[in-house]
């Protein structure tokens, strides 16, 4: 008996090591999408796409891997919660920021180091909030679109205008919560949105997790991809829903 509650013991300790392990791996998902509204002059624009740092550490090895591989940095929401130092938070952004031009959505966390700070964090690393508004660039004749609305968990979020402004081109949201395509007007002008939030369950045993895991939606005329985020939230674990970001090359289909 006392043999069987040691190995049992044991098996519990090494899955909270594998856990926490998991909990801080560094994984960058490469993704090639093709659209065939996507403007010529977009043809290969690269989106690397990260939510829900958190209490995390960005790791020099992770910037280098994509430094030189990117068009725009979307931040998906929660960059931090309540406890994360501003130094922390402030170096995060210094390390995006030097991988090119930086957007922001606000997540349900993010306000709990306090909005005015943090907003005068992103302003300093000209990192661009995106509340309900749109980042359009341009490449001579053609046009992008990156749209943020603003945290549904706070009700704040305002997709109608949003859509108002991404009518006359290629269109991408970015909403933290998944839960925005329950709300997408039939004729809604975006062909790839990108979430977070979940975790993809954070833990997840025998395929049961408390959220949907991460994954690549292909829904009629959109691509939606729900990340399981880099951090974690309440303890730094993780299983079977791997830490991860995303390096998003956009094709135009032949």
């Given at each position: 008996?006392?043999?069987?509650?040691?190995?049992?013991?044991?098996?519990?300790a090494?899955?909270?090591?594998?856990?926490?392990?998991?909990?801080f791996?560094?994984?960058?998902?490469?993704?090639?999408?093709s659209?065939?509204?996507?403007?010529?002059?977009?043809?290969?624009?690269?989106?690397?796409?990260?939510?829900?740092?958190?209490?995390?550490?960005l790791?020099?090895?992770?910037?280098?891997?994509?430094?030189?591989?990117?068009?725009l940095?979307?931040?998906?929401?929660?960059?931090?919660e309540?406890?994360v130092?501003?130094?922390?938070?402030?170096?995060?952004?210094?390390r995006?920021a030097?991988?090119?031009?930086?957007?922001?959505?606000?997540?349900?966390?993010d306000?709990e180091?306090g909005?005015?700070?943090?907003?005068?964090?992103l302003?300093?690393?000209?990192?661009?909030?995106?509340?309900?508004?749109?980042?359009v660039?341009t490449?001579?004749?053609?046009?992008?679109?990156?749209g943020?609305?603003?945290?549904?968990g706070?009700?704040?979020?305002?997709?109608?205008?949003v859509?108002?402004?991404?009518?006359?081109?290629?269109?991408?949201?970015?909403?933290?919560?998944?839960?925005?395509?329950?709300?997408?007007?039939?004729?809604?002008?975006?062909?790839?949105?990108?979430?977070?939030h979940?975790?993809?369950?954070?833990?997840?045993?025998?395929?049961w997790?408390?959220?949907?895991?991460?994954?690549?939606?292909?829904?009629?005329?959109?691509?939606?991809?729900?990340?399981?985020?880099?951090?974690?939230s309440?303890?730094?674990?993780?299983?079977?829903?791997?830490?991860?970001?995303h390096?998003?090359?956009?094709?135009?289909?032949?």
């Amino acid at each position: 008996m006392n043999i069987f509650i040691y190995l049992m013991v044991a098996a519990g300790a090494v899955l909270v090591f594998y856990m926490i392990t998991e909990a801080f791996r560094t994984r960058v998902r490469h993704h090639q999408l093709s659209f065939g509204q996507l403007p010529a002059a977009f043809d290969g624009f690269r989106l690397f796409f990260i939510s829900d740092i958190h209490r995390r550490r960005l790791p020099d090895p992770l910037i280098e891997t994509i430094r030189g591989n990117v068009d725009l940095v979307i931040i998906g929401g929660d960059l931090c919660e309540k406890g994360v130092p501003l130094a922390r938070i402030e170096d995060n952004l210094r390390r995006l920021a030097s991988l090119g031009p930086c957007v922001f959505v606000w997540g349900n966390n993010d306000e709990e180091v306090g909005a005015q700070q943090l907003r005068r964090l992103l302003a300093r690393h000209h990192v661009i909030e995106l509340v309900n508004s749109c980042k359009v660039i341009t490449r001579g004749a053609d046009q992008l679109f990156i749209g943020g609305v603003d945290d549904i968990g706070h009700k704040r979020d305002d997709l109608s205008q949003v859509n108002a402004q991404s009518e006359e081109g290629f269109a991408v949201l970015v909403s933290h919560y998944p839960d925005i395509v329950d709300v997408l007007p039939h004729d809604h002008p975006f062909s790839l949105i990108l979430s977070g939030h979940t975790h993809g369950g954070q833990i997840r045993i025998f395929g049961w997790g408390l959220e949907e895991k991460g994954q690549m939606k292909h829904r009629p005329g959109y691509v939606h991809l729900i990340s399981n985020g880099f951090g974690t939230s309440t303890l730094p674990l993780r299983l079977a829903a791997p830490a991860e970001t995303h390096l998003i090359q956009l094709r135009r289909a032949k």
